[in-house]
């Protein structure tokens, strides 16, 4: 089982910058799918993007050129760095883990460690 504990979210005006952390208690360089999900009110939980074994990423075309997904193996950290906020990327964003091999895609259930939540709104 991994812990994973996020952080970074909070509150900022339209055009804003936030960072979101998510820091993961065993080494997971080595797990094979890494990706921050997020879900609003009233919408089903979205994946945002995903990175792989080999830092391979994938994103939700809504975020394309705005967000970017990292992580720093040496501290166990996935991070999304998230520009150019809009009052619709407001919601509740969530870190996840998929311990098992296989293709790293966006699609929520096939990730079997979630960290917490952050909320982060956006104002218009």
């Known amino acids: 089982q991994v812990q994973l504990v996020e952080s970074g979210g909070g509150s900022v005006q339209a055009g804003g910058s936030l960072r979101l952390s998510c820091a993961a208690s065993i080494y997971i360089y080595s797990r094979s799918c890494m990706g921050w999900f997020r879900h609003a009110p009233g919408k089903e939980r979205e994946g945002v993007a995903v990175?792989?074994?080999?830092?391979?990423?994938t994103y939700t075309d809504s975020v394309k050129g705005r967000f970017t997904i990292s992580k720093d193996s040496a501290k166990n950290t996935l991070y999304l760095q998230m520009n150019s906020l809009k009052p619709e990327d407001t919601a509740m964003y969530y870190c996840a883990v998929r311990l098992s091999p296989g293709y790293c895609d966006r699609n929520p259930a096939t990730f079997d460690n979630w960290g917490q939540g952050t909320q982060v709104t956006v104002s218009s």
């Open positions: 990175i792989d074994r080999a830092g391979r990423t």
